[in-house]
Structures are given as C-alpha cells and as structure tokens.
C-alpha cells in the first residue's frame, strides 16, 4: 500500500500556542487528504477533507478558524491547530487517497499525539 | 446515511484459536467495506477491502472476510491468530468518493 507519514509524531504545548502537523505522502500524488481526530479508546472522527488547491471541507461541529488546513501540493497537507486549548489535546491522524492505483482506498498516517498543557 | 456497527468491544482469544470480528453496515447502494488494524499509538493499517466481485476476500496477515449483502455483513475471520494479532480492529464503509464512517472498532486481546 501507499505509504503515508507524519510528523510529528508527538508534541506538547502550552495553552494559547499554535501547532502544526504536517502529512506527506511518499511513494503517490494524493489529490484528496483528510484529517481525523481520535480520543482514547474511541474511533476516528473525521475533522475535514481537502483536495488539493481548494479550500477544505469542515464536518459539522468543527471549528475552521481553529484547524487550519492547507493542501498545498500533491505530497504535502498541514494541519495546525491554533490557541490550542487541553481540551484539543488528542491524537491526529491524516490520510490521503490519490492518483494510480486504487483511488477508493484511504491509506493513514501513523498519527499525531498532541498534549496541551 | 451509511453506519457501522461492530457490536464486539473486546474479545480475547488464545493463541492459535481462530477468529471471526463480526461488522454490520447500512448504506444505500453496493458499499466499498473496509478492515483497518491499529496498534497502540499508531494509524490505521489496511488489511482488505471489498469493492465487488469475489465475496471472499483475502487481505494481509492472514485475515479474510466475506462479504453477505442479504446480512448487510463483512466479518473478519482468520484461522489461527498470533500474539501480533493484538490489536484495534476497524470496519468502514463508504462509496467511491464518499467519505469514510468507522465503527466503534473491537479490541483483541491475544492470551498465551
């Protein structure tokens, strides 16, 4: 499968600060990214999703102006949260579906651990 | 609007013995139906997917699962699992370019 990566793989931060999560694909052109959020012990919550060049498409009860997502290019997706708050604290996780292949398939990252302090 | 259920929140099983993770889903046409694996602390790895076809299909590590339109099933079975195996198991559906919905995924334990 295609492989997907994330980084970083871990932060903490201080309540108020801005982070950024980056997601790149290695080895495909991923035309379409989407970002999840999963708390302990649930299942994935998908965030947004984002073709490349366009503005992303928020699920409903997520805050745009709050997660901040930029599809730059074909490899490359960030997601930064911004004045992270502990209630943001979760683990995120990006996955990608491209060009070649199996367009249907969504293939993840290894995921994010972000800790507000 | 599509749904998944996977009414098994943990199973234990020992090594050796065979496996079956049951999922049920609701989606208006023919679902694309998809097994993941999380470890702790990690993403989500793909183990198979039905798109059509073949009922029967066979993904990595092992795993399998069949697809049965008239249960509006695709449960994951494999014959004999390994202490690797520990993990969290998800079921998703979606449609082409539809998003993805995930169930509430099931927790193997693997006891020696």
């Known amino acids: 499968g295609a492989v997907v990566s994330q980084h970083p793989s871990w932060v903490i931060c201080k309540s108020g600060t801005s982070v950024k999560i980056e997601c790149r694909s290695l080895?495909?052109?991923?035309?379409?990214m989407f970002w999840y959020r999963q708390f302990p012990k649930q299942s994935l919550m998908l965030m947004a999703t984002?073709?490349?060049?366009?503005?992303?498409?928020?699920e409903q009860g997520v805050e745009k102006d709050k997660f901040l997502i930029n599809h730059a290019s074909l490899t490359l997706s960030t997601l930064t949260v911004t004045s992270a708050h502990p209630e943001d604290s979760s683990f995120y996780i990006c996955?990608?579906?491209?060009?070649?292949?199996?367009?249907?398939?969504?293939?993840f990252g290894p995921g994010t651990r972000l800790t507000v302090l | 609007a599509q749904s998944v259920t996977q009414p098994d929140i943990h199973i234990t099983v020992s090594e050796g013995a065979s496996l079956e993770l049951r999922c049920n889903y609701s989606?208006?046409?023919?679902?694309?139906l998809f097994w993941y694996v999380q470890s702790p602390g990690q993403g989500l790895q793909l183990l198979l997917k039905?798109?059509?076809?073949?009922?029967l299909v066979q993904g990595i590590k092992g795993f399998e699962a069949e697809f049965k339109r008239s249960q509006s099933s695709f449960n994951l079975r494999k014959p004999s699992v390994h202490w690797s195996d520990a993990a969290e198991y998800f079921c998703?559906?979606?449609?082409?370019?539809?998003?993805?919905?995930f169930g509430t995924g099931t927790r193997l334990t693997i006891i020696p």
């Open positions: 996955s990608e579906k491209g060009q070649g292949g199996s367009t249907d398939t969504q293939y």
């Open positions: 080895d495909f052109q991923a035309t379409t």
């Open positions: 984002s073709n490349e060049g366009s503005k992303a498409t928020y």
């Open positions: 989606y208006g046409a023919t679902p694309y």
């Open positions: 039905y798109f059509s076809g073949d009922t």
């Open positions: 998703a559906v979606g449609g082409g370019n539809e998003k993805l919905t």
